[in-house]
């Protein structure tokens, strides 16, 4: 439970907010690489942090994102001209490079000055893994570009995409770190009570703070073995997952590692980039697997509203629920895995309000991540760097989930799975 104070303090995000300062410590992702497909392009709307900026990608290929609004007039930078290494406003002509530097003022007269005295907000972009990174902070703190195992793995072993969640992102991460609900909110085969988490529906969970957040076992017995599922918390709003051991306790013809990432757009919505790669160097990621993943996630080329990145099973409809499926096969009646979850992560309102809220021993890796973000806005007050903040913690390590004898340290029986091989 949360007081309303501290949920207020925890969700929101806006510039000089405490939790949008401290989420402007870290690079996050802007958009993803196929937004803007060719240099000189059409440029394209990007709100992040509560912040409406625009992204295009100049001639030389590098993505710059700057301020929606033009310094002069404040007129739509979005109907700019994109053209020679810069984004033209087309009220009057002036034109801004990716840095923000004003590099053209035709109406101004050409001996004027004008133009080394206006900028356009700019941040520093990174392009790694499919995906456009951004950082909003100060510049003297700017961290080193981040370094994910998944950024690493080749194209060929690699799947991204993102969705757009209608609730603030500390619901999603809360979600995302549960393992707990996959038991009921996605057992879509309620019958089969031998399948890994059916059989035992009340994990034990062990959490352990690391220097980038947490790492945290969901413990499932079933016979004389454990099924452990290991998780990476990487701060601020990150979850990295395994995805190598089918529901009956198989490996699967192609184990993958999963997880996503939650970017504020503001108070109230989150993008929800999601991820996949493989788990064995040797065993690529097919374009058919992953519209197969993608499709059992619920986010499949035919489930998004044409041209956006929103789904069509929402709250407006209630995600179709299927009363009858709900009887007789699944624990929702909703399909798609991640429809399950914005269901009931959207349901929630808004913000969800915290001080009705009864935590027990499943949600221990939720009090966990909200101490450390708690410890991390303070430490941002006290002029400290947060957790999280240094590739180098972060950039070795993956998830798993693997069978181990029932009993045994996954610790040590998983050592060696825990370390990145791309
Ligand atoms: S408003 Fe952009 S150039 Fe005038
Ligand atoms: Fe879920």
């Known amino acids: 439970m949360l007081t309303p104070e501290e949920n207020a303090r925890l969700t929101r995000v806006g510039p000089g907010t405490p939790m949008g300062t401290l989420m402007r410590r870290y690079w996050q992702p802007a958009l993803l690489s196929e937004e803007l497909l060719e240099a000189d392009g059409a440029p394209v709307r990007v709100r992040i942090l509560g912040e409406d ?21 404040r007129a739509p930078m979005f109907f700019g001209r994109n ?43 990174h392009e790694a893994g499919d995906m456009v ?3 909003l902070g100060p510049p003297e703190l700017q961290p080193p570009a981040p370094n994910y195992e998944l950024l690493r793995a080749p194209r060929t072993h690699r799947h991204v995409s993102k969705t757009f969640e209608n609730a603030n992102w500390l619901q999603a991460l809360e979600g995302g770190i549960d393992t707990s609900h996959s038991s009921f909110a ?15 529906t009340a994990p034990r969970l062990e959490v352990e703070k690391t220097s980038y957040g947490f790492r945290y076992a969901g413990i499932r017995s079933r016979d004389d073995e454990d099924y452990v599922r290991v998780y990476h918390y990487v701060m601020p709003a990150q979850q990295l997952r395994g995805g190598v051991t089918d529901w009956g306790g198989g490996k699967k013809d192609v184990p993958s590692l999963h ?4 970017v504020p757009i503001d108070d109230e919505h989150t993008w929800t980039f999601n991820w996949l790669y493989s788990y064995d160097p040797a065993i690529p990621i097919s374009h058919d697997y992953a519209v197969d993943y993608e499709y059992h996630s619920g986010r499949g080329p035919d489930d998004y509203i044409p041209g956006t990145y929103r789904l069509k099973l929402n709250a407006e409809n209630d995600y179709r629920i299927d009363r009858q499926l709900q009887r007789t096969k699944t624990f929702t009646g909703i399909t798609g895995v991640n429809t399950q979850d914005f269901a009931l992560q959207e349901g929630m309102g808004p913000i969800c309000d915290r001080s009705n809220e009864h935590l027990g021993t499943s949600d221990r ?6 101490q450390l973000l708690f410890e991390a806005l303070d430490a941002v007050d006290r002029g400290e760097a947060p957790r999280g903040t240094d590739p180098s913690d972060y ?13 045994r340290p996954w610790q040590t029986e998983l050592e060696r799975e825990l370390i990145a091989r791309f």
Not at 53 to 72: E, K, M, Q, S, Y
Not at 97 to 120: A, H, Q, Y
Not at 190 to 200: E, G, M, T
């Open 53 to 73: 900026l625009v992204a295009f990608r100049d001639t030389n290929g590098d993505v710059g994102l700057i301020d929606a609004f033009c310094p002069h007039r």
């Open 83 to 125: 053209e020679e290494c810069g984004l033209r406003c087309v009220y009057h002509g002036w034109k801004f490079d990716k840095n923000g530097t004003c590099v053209d003022m035709p109406s101004e007269p050409p001996d004027s000055l004008f133009k080394t005295k206006v900028r356009i907000r700019a941040y520093p972009t």
């Open 133 to 135: 990174w951004a950082y």
């Open 186 to 200: 996605h057992n879509n085969d309620i019958q089969n009570k031998r399948l890994l988490r059916n059989a035992d």
């Open 259 to 262: 997880g996503h990432v939650w």
């Open 365 to 370: 890796a939720i009090i966990a991540a909200r």
């Open 395 to 407: 950039s070795n390590v993956r998830p798993v989930d693997l069978q181990i004898p029932r009993g």
